[in-house]
């Protein structure tokens, strides 16, 4: 069974660009989450998609927003980029309901801000 | 709301010694609670979980049981390797009344060198 894949691994920006990074969930889950983890604030909340509507969110700038597909693919964007937005961006997959809470990682999109 | 505390500090330890990294959590309902792992330039694995007080979750030889009466989750491991060494995450989810889904809080991270 596939994992949960991370597109692009490394991603280079200017302050003030926009960006957009992708995760396929595994095969089955309906729920897909973001994370930011910086060395600073650790690992923090951003949204969560099930079933293609935002069910989830964080405490983050109306500049970081997310969608998600009729496959359960899910694409997060960041708009006007700032110094601050370097981070390791990490997606989570779950089945999103029932009794079995846990959340599998994909390995993580890696953006720098310059 | 939720939160979860883990030892400060990194953990440095020889080959073939005992483990213990410290979690302790505050939730309104009743969480269930994981471990992580992360490897350098890696996203996180899960290691073990458990759903509900005095499940024992265990994985690789590492444990850790859900101890409500004093909210913690702390891990464990006989004897360490060197192959252990990361930073490990505790975490929980609290899905109780259907709102916390997909939503993990997590620890601040500990950071584990095991030196042979």
């Known amino acids: 069974k596939a994992g949960v894949t991370q597109t692009p691994r490394y991603l280079i920006k200017t302050r003030g660009q926009q960006v957009t990074l992708s995760c396929s969930p595994i095969?089955?889950?309906?729920?897909v989450s973001w994370y930011q983890q910086t060395p600073g604030q650790g690992l923090q909340f951003l949204f969560e998609?099930?079933?293609?509507?935002?069910?989830n969110k964080g405490n983050f700038p109306g500049r970081f927003s997310g969608r998600q597909f009729s496959n359960s693919r899910s694409e997060m964007n960041v708009s006007t980029l700032e110094l601050g937005d370097s981070a390791l961006y990490l997606c989570?997959?779950?089945?999103?309901?029932?009794?079995?809470?846990?959340?599998?990682f994909g390995q993580g999109t890696r953006l720098t801000v310059v | 709301g939720n939160s979860v505390t883990q030892m400060e500090g990194p953990v440095t330890l020889s080959e073939e010694a005992f483990l213990t990294i410290n979690c302790t959590y505050t939730?309104?309902?009743?969480?269930?609670l994981f471990w992580y792992v992360q490897y350098p330039g890696e996203g996180l694995q899960l290691l073990l979980k458990?759903?509900?007080?005095?499940d024992k979750g265990s994985n690789k030889g590492f444990e850790a049981t859900y101890r409500k009466e004093t909210t913690s989750f702390h891990l464990e491991k006989g004897s360490v390797q060197v192959s252990d060494s990361a930073v490990y995450f505790c975490?929980?989810?609290?899905?109780?009344?259907?709102?916390?889904?997909?939503?993990?809080?997590f620890g601040q991270g500990t950071i584990l060198t095991v030196h042979p």
């Open positions: 998609y099930f079933s293609e509507t935002q069910r």
């Open positions: 989570a997959s779950s089945l999103g309901q029932g009794k079995s809470p846990e959340a599998f």
């Open positions: 975490a929980l989810s609290d899905i109780a009344g259907g709102t916390s889904y997909g939503k993990l809080t």
């Open positions: 458990a759903t509900k007080a005095d």
């Open positions: 095969s089955g889950h309906r729920s």
């Open positions: 939730a309104t309902g009743y969480p269930s």
